[in-house]
């Protein structure tokens, strides 16, 4: 007899997590040997890392920072947020979403969501750009959530005709891709329609750096003054300085913060992103078998994601919606198996509404957190495993009728 909270099979007795990071031989041995350098800190992997992984998502520029929640923080600053900047996102994504423009003294605003992909509902946008004066907002932020890649062409000819900058927040989605008015495929991140992209490294991401995140960009401006940003805004550049006392002589010549990565997590990243490809099939394969499997399920309130886009799908999460969340929740982690909501909508946490937001704000993303429930999702995922989850799901349901 199985124990309660494990598996209800003889070869595996732990928790499935929702999600689980997936450290190979190699990485270890990538660690180790810059463990064994003279760089710990801030070496010459860092750069190995920012070249490779700007190749991968096809920007010119990519900064390594400490965590994806710097990489939002510094890219708010470069484009220069301060009080007064209204800045729109969603209110579906984890509260670094917004939160980074509010570091720097902004006013977020929220846009309600497309019921079909979660994403920021671009015509509701615009609706909402129609009825303020040009310049009203001078930012958005776009969130590729759960994986699900946004148009971002069609965001850039809004921020075209109303003048604003975008940041795409790419964080669930490294090797995702839209296809473009032109039939080009443009991959999360590559800048061709955003000035600035952020990608996290945390454990439950694609790629890990045990913490870490990435900005990339194709503007040059504001690639310089994110690698200073990043360092305290110390230069050393002879070029930039005002005076110079010797070799030893640096400027601090505004303020900035320490945001860097270090050699031991860029050696890790540079071998997981190695990984990435190989990784994002796997993923893709597991979705599509639980998608298989609970289409068969009959009689249940279940709503599996729309995955057959014809976009270039990142799959993150596995989201589905039911009416019978919080029992689904409950009854799966009696089972042994740790699902996760992804996301508390922003505007109804504590802290936001002392911004004058409350509940009926935004229905769509009220009504779809409602119901949404993150089912276990990562490239190690054993098929007993992924078996296990389905059959725990099939039994509920059929304990319903």
């Given at each position: 007899?199985?124990?309660?909270?494990?598996?209800?099979?003889?070869?595996?007795?732990?928790?499935?997590?929702?999600?689980?990071?997936?450290?190979?031989?190699?990485?270890?041995?990538?660690?180790?040997?810059?463990?064994?350098?003279?760089?710990?800190?801030?070496?010459?992997?860092?750069?190995?890392?920012?070249?490779?992984?700007?190749?991968?998502?096809?920007?010119?520029?990519?900064?390594?920072?400490?965590?994806?929640?710097?990489?939002?923080?510094?890219?708010?600053?470069?484009?220069?947020?301060?009080?007064?900047?209204?800045?729109?996102?969603?209110?579906?994504?984890?509260?670094?979403?917004?939160?980074?423009?509010?570091?720097?003294?902004?006013?977020?605003?929220?846009?309600?969501?497309?019921?079909?992909?979660?994403?920021?509902?671009?015509?509701?946008?615009?609706?909402?750009l129609k009825n303020k004066p040009k310049g009203y907002i001078k930012g958005l932020i776009v969130v590729d959530f759960a994986g699900y890649p946004a148009n971002m062409e069609s965001f850039h000819k809004l921020a075209l005709k109303y003048n604003f900058w975008i940041i795409e927040?790419?964080?669930?989605?490294?090797?995702?891709?839209?296809?473009?008015?032109?039939?080009?495929?443009?991959?999360?991140?590559?800048?061709?329609?955003?000035?600035?992209?952020?990608?996290?490294?945390?454990?439950?991401?694609?790629?890990?750096?045990?913490?870490?995140?990435?900005?990339?960009?194709?503007?040059?401006?504001?690639?310089?003054?994110?690698?200073?940003?990043?360092?305290?805004?110390?230069?050393?550049?002879?070029?930039?300085?005002?005076?110079?006392?010797?070799?030893?002589?640096?400027?601090?010549?505004?303020?900035?913060?320490?945001?860097?990565?270090?050699?031991?997590?860029?050696?890790?990243?540079?071998?997981?992103?190695?990984?990435?490809?190989?990784?994002?099939?796997?993923?893709?394969?597991?979705?599509?078998?639980?998608?298989?499997?609970?289409?068969?399920?009959?009689?249940?309130?279940?709503?599996?994601?729309?995955?057959?886009?014809?976009?270039?799908?990142?799959?993150?999460?596995?989201?589905?919606?039911?009416?019978?969340?919080?029992?689904?929740?409950?009854?799966?982690?009696?089972?042994?198996?740790?699902?996760?909501?992804?996301?508390?909508?922003?505007?109804?946490?504590?802290?936001?509404?002392?911004?004058?937001?409350?509940?009926?704000?935004?229905?769509?993303?009220?009504?779809?957190?409602?119901?949404?429930?993150?089912?276990?999702?990562?490239?190690?995922?054993?098929?007993?495993?992924?078996?296990?989850?389905?059959?725990?799901?099939?039994?509920?349901?059929?304990?319903?009728?």
């Open positions: 007899m199985a124990r309660c909270g494990s598996y209800q099979n003889d070869d595996v007795k732990k928790m499935i997590p929702y999600a689980r990071q997936n450290i190979t031989k190699n990485d270890i041995k990538s660690v180790v040997k810059v463990l064994k350098s003279d760089f710990l800190t801030q070496g010459p992997i860092i750069g190995r890392f920012e070249k490779a992984f700007a190749s991968y998502v096809g920007s010119k520029y990519s900064v390594a920072v400490s965590n994806g929640t710097a990489a939002l923080h510094l890219s708010a600053l470069a484009l220069g947020v301060h009080s007064g900047t209204r800045v729109i996102t969603t209110p579906i994504s984890f509260v670094a979403s917004s939160n980074c423009v509010l570091y720097c003294g902004g006013e977020i605003k929220f846009i309600d969501i497309n019921p079909d992909n979660y994403l920021l509902d671009i015509k509701k946008l615009e609706d909402f927040d790419a964080c669930h989605a490294p090797g995702g891709y839209f296809i473009d008015s032109r039939g080009v495929r443009q991959k999360c991140g590559n800048g061709k329609f955003s000035d600035l992209s952020v990608f996290s490294f945390h454990p439950v991401k694609h790629i890990t750096a045990g913490e870490g995140g990435m900005i990339t960009t194709n503007r040059r401006d504001l690639y310089k003054k994110i690698l200073s940003l990043r360092n305290h805004g110390i230069t050393k550049d002879a070029e930039k300085m005002v005076q110079s006392h010797g070799g030893w002589y640096y400027e601090m010549q505004e303020l900035g913060f320490n945001y860097r990565l270090t050699d031991i997590q860029a050696a890790l990243g540079v071998s997981q992103l190695k990984q990435a490809k190989n990784n994002l099939k796997k993923r893709k394969d597991i979705v599509r078998r639980y998608n298989e499997a609970f289409k068969k399920i009959k009689n249940a309130d279940l709503l599996c994601p729309n995955i057959d886009s014809g976009f270039g799908h990142a799959y993150h999460l596995y989201i589905i919606q039911t009416d019978k969340r919080k029992e689904l929740y409950e009854y799966l982690k009696i089972k042994g198996i740790n699902c996760q909501v992804h996301y508390i909508p922003i505007h109804l946490q504590p802290y936001y509404k002392k911004f004058g937001y409350k509940k009926g704000d935004f229905p769509v993303a009220e009504k779809y957190y409602e119901k949404c429930l993150s089912l276990p999702l990562f490239p190690s995922l054993k098929k007993k495993e992924q078996d296990y989850v389905i059959k725990s799901v099939e039994d509920f349901y059929e304990k319903q009728r």
